[in-house]
């Protein structure tokens, strides 16, 4: 039994480090929930409103000082080419925690004749600073390594990315913490100063003409620069419009291309990957948004079943601009 527990313990580690320990802000599902701009900079200010967008996940709720995100970003258009964004965030697991804030250009180049058409190339870029931090007031045992009080570093990093979009067809690829980290305080030489990390996804709505529905597929693919670790989501998006707003919902599978071994008896050594499934369903009501997103892994070794769960809050402002003939939810 206690084989069992450590090893459940020791993926879990690998699972949590895999997805968040060597990331600023870790890559989940936020983006199925009308908010790309958290994954690719180029997204801000690329929609017909500004928006606002709040974000708060828990895993396990079962499992105390599980980890726990909460978000907050902003972003609009400013004139005809510009636009520009902000990110808050709050990232906390078990004693450690980090908090940062990021701010975003971006610049829009339209490439069709008017804006009927959507044919557009988006470049942004992110500057971000964040503060890791360990809180000690809980521990029984003094660490000389670290030492006492709750100590904390500050560093910075950079996020550069482009998008294309051509009528309902669209594609990003990001490049994250493009900058090497060298954080002494709380990492040892295994954990390597290069946290570049690349994502690409691409997706395309389809829809009839005059009808209430539209159904988008995308895909996102994940590679850490490091350690060649990858990964890829794929995913499958209904919008239903109603009378009071747009109804929508779907869901993800994410797999890892890399596997963990794991054994239960001491003798047999068996292999699985980190999978994920993730349902979500959202509503737009007028400017506000709703969503609720819970991911579930699939795993035959898990720390706990009671999943992942979160809440997306949103609000769009400034004028609609209303520019293109097209079912393209991310624009429109």
Same mark, same amino acid.
């Given at each position: 039994?206690?084989?069992?527990?450590?090893?459940?313990?020791?993926?879990?580690?690998?699972?949590?480090?895999?997805?968040?320990?060597?990331?600023?802000?870790?890559?989940?599902?936020?983006?199925? *929930?009308?908010?790309?701009?958290?994954?690719?900079?180029?997204?801000?200010?690329?929609?017909?409103?500004?928006?606002?967008?709040? *974000?708060?996940?828990? #895993?396990?709720?079962?499992?105390?000082?599980?980890?726990?995100?909460?978000?907050?970003?902003?972003? !609009?258009?400013?004139?005809?080419?510009?636009?520009? !964004?902000?990110?808050?965030?709050?990232?906390?697991?078990?004693?450690?925690?980090? #908090?940062?804030?990021?701010?975003?250009?971006?610049?829009?180049?339209?490439?069709?004749?008017?804006?009927?058409?959507?044919?557009? =190339?988006?470049?942004?870029?992110?500057?971000?600073?964040? #503060?890791?931090?360990?809180?000690? &007031?809980?521990?029984?045992?003094?660490?000389?390594?670290?030492? !006492?009080?709750?100590?904390?570093?500050?560093?910075?990093?950079?996020?550069?990315?482009?998008?294309?979009?051509?009528?309902?067809?669209?594609?990003?690829?990001?490049?994250?913490?493009?900058?090497?980290?060298?954080?002494?305080? =709380?990492?040892?030489?295994?954990?390597?100063?290069?946290?570049?990390?690349?994502?690409?996804?691409?997706?395309?709505?389809? &829809?009839?003409?005059?009808?209430?529905?539209?159904?988008?597929?995308?895909?996102?693919?994940?590679?850490?620069?490091? *350690?060649?670790?990858?990964?890829?989501?794929?995913?499958?998006?209904?919008?239903?419009?109603?009378?009071?707003?747009?109804?929508?919902?779907?869901? &993800?599978?994410?797999?890892?291309?890399?596997?963990?071994?794991?054994?239960?008896?001491?003798?047999?050594?068996?292999?699985?990957?980190?999978?994920?499934?993730?349902?979500?369903?959202? =509503?737009?009501?007028k400017r506000f948004l709703f969503a609720y997103t819970y991911s579930h892994q699939i795993n035959s070794i898990v720390l706990s079943n009671s999943g992942f769960h979160q809440i997306t809050l949103g609000y769009n402002f400034g004028e609609n601009r209303a520019r293109y003939d097209c079912k393209c939810p991310a624009i429109n």
């Open positions: 039994m206690k084989l069992k527990v450590a090893i459940a313990i020791l993926y879990c580690l690998i699972d949590t480090s895999w997805i968040q320990a060597q990331e600023i802000i870790p890559t989940y599902s936020d983006y199925l *929930t009308d908010n790309l701009y958290l994954l690719h900079p180029s997204m801000a200010g690329a929609a017909n409103f500004n928006k606002i967008r709040l *974000t708060a996940r828990q #895993q396990w709720f079962d499992v105390k000082e599980a980890p726990s995100l909460q978000t907050f970003s902003i972003n !609009g258009r400013l004139g005809e080419k510009i636009g520009l !964004g902000g990110i808050l965030f709050n990232d906390k697991n078990g004693n450690y925690s980090k #908090q940062g804030i990021y701010a975003t250009a971006a610049y829009h180049l339209l490439l069709s004749r008017s804006e009927l058409d959507l044919n557009q =190339f988006s470049f942004g870029i992110s500057v971000g600073v964040i #503060q890791h931090s360990l809180d000690q &007031s809980g521990f029984t045992e003094f660490d000389p390594l670290i030492g !006492g009080g709750n100590p904390s570093d500050i560093y910075a990093n950079m996020d550069v990315g482009m998008s294309y979009y051509y009528l309902d067809f669209y594609a990003h690829a990001t490049a994250k913490n493009i900058l090497p980290v060298r954080r002494e305080l =709380f990492y040892s030489d295994a954990v390597p100063n290069n946290q570049r990390k690349y994502l690409f996804s691409t997706g395309y709505v389809i &829809s009839k003409y005059n009808s209430d529905w539209s159904y988008e597929p995308s895909i996102l693919f994940q590679m850490r620069d490091q *350690t060649a670790e990858k990964s890829i989501d794929a995913n499958f998006k209904i919008y239903r419009s109603l009378e009071l707003g747009d109804l929508w919902g779907g869901f &993800s599978y994410r797999r890892s291309f890399e596997g963990a071994e794991y054994t239960t008896d001491g003798t047999e050594v068996k292999n699985q990957q980190l999978q994920y499934i993730t349902p979500f369903v959202g =509503f737009d009501y």
